[in-house]
């Protein structure tokens, strides 16, 4: 029950990864608040089915004043105060070559996975400030640290994140406020589906081939589950993480080790 009467707020909830963090969070204690454009209400009816309460607030993370609306909605909802939020929502992006990539393709990933965090946070923190103390957590990816081909709007939404997370980090740390984010590979679940999907056309790869060079790019040979991921993301906003701050832990099954 490490999150025991705190607020929690997670961002791109509704389904997959974000859902597993919120219902994780619920487990430990934390009332939780979803912040999402698409139905969260599964999520919420989990947390509460957990024992916790639990409200969804609409907003597409995009557009400066309904995220302004949805946390003062959420601010509301807790009484004034969040604890930790969790900056999960993202794109998936396109699939094209960069020779190829239209300007409007690269804005709409960026604008989610960048842009989408910084107003979030940016809304949230001065709260955290004026009570010195409080935490971050952002979803990067495996992909924040190495390139993907046909994926070049992802990827650099994703570097840029662990760049955000780090300049945010120092900038909050005399305020007792610790950022840190969570470098996942691929996770089991419908959206790797559609990723795999997406990317093995465009490599002129079989499905099965695709999930089979993904897998067998990591010592363990396998994708790692939201769960894992989860666990991560709850570490890293707890207070078992308490000197770590501007940190990317990578949950790659061995993908990645540095």
């Known amino acids: 029950m490490r999150f ?36 969260g209400s599964r999520t919420r009816d989990l947390v509460r089915a957990a024992g916790r309460r639990s409200e969804v607030f609409k907003a597409d993370v995009r557009d400066e004043a309904a995220v302004a609306a949805a946390v ?71 992909v924040a640290r190495r390139g993907l081909p046909y994926r070049a709007d992802y990827v650099c939404s994703k570097w840029a994140i662990l760049g955000f997370t780090q300049t945010l980090a120092l900038e909050l740390a005399s305020d007792g406020i610790r950022v840190n984010a969570v470098c996942p590979g691929p996770i089991e679940g419908d959206r790797i589906e559609d990723v795999m999907v997406h990317q093995a056309a465009v490599e002129g790869k079989t499905l099965p081939e695709m999930r089979k060079a993904w897998e067998d790019a990591s010592p363990m040979k396998r994708f790692v589950t939201p769960e894992e991921v989860a666990a991560a993301m709850l570490f890293l906003t707890s207070d078992a993480s308490s000197a770590m701050t501007g940190q990317a832990l990578n949950v790659t099954a061995g993908f990645l080790m540095t």
């Open 4 to 39: 025991k009467g705190k607020n929690v707020l997670v961002t791109g909830a509704s389904a997959g990864l974000g859902q597993v963090i919120a219902t994780s969070f619920a487990a430990e204690g934390a009332d939780v608040a979803i912040l999402d454009f698409a139905d």
């Open 72 to 142: 003062d909605g959420v601010l509301d909802f807790f009484g004034g105060r969040i604890d930790t939020l969790v900056n999960n929502a993202g794109f998936n992006g396109h699939y094209s070559l960069i020779k190829d990539m239209t300007l409007d393709h690269w804005r709409e990933t960026l604008d989610i996975n960048l842009t989408g965090t910084m107003l979030v946070t940016r809304t949230v923190i001065p709260h955290m400030i004026a009570r010195r103390a409080g935490t971050i957590g952002i979803t990067a990816s495996n």
